[in-house]
């Protein structure tokens, strides 16, 4: 799924908490666009860093390092 990443960093609850996660009640999360309609999810570093990483999230120019 290609999401957006809207630019704005902020302290909140990452909604996705994966096993990575940094945001887990408060912390610097950022607000992404997901389909359908634009619906702002917001994310940890880390857990989008996962998402793109894994396939699920695709964001158009970006590039994640493989874990070594």
Do not use: F, Y
């Amino acid at each position: 799924m290609k999401v957006e990443p809207s630019g704005v960093v902020m302290r909140g609850e990452c909604d996705l908490k994966t096993e990575v996660c940094e945001a887990r009640e408060h912390g610097v999360v950022t607000a992404v666009w997901t389909p359908p309609g634009r619906t702002q999810t917001n994310v940890c570093r880390p857990c989008l860093e996962e998402m793109v990483r894994t396939g699920k999230w695709e964001i158009e120019g970006a590039r994640i390092a493989q874990p070594i």
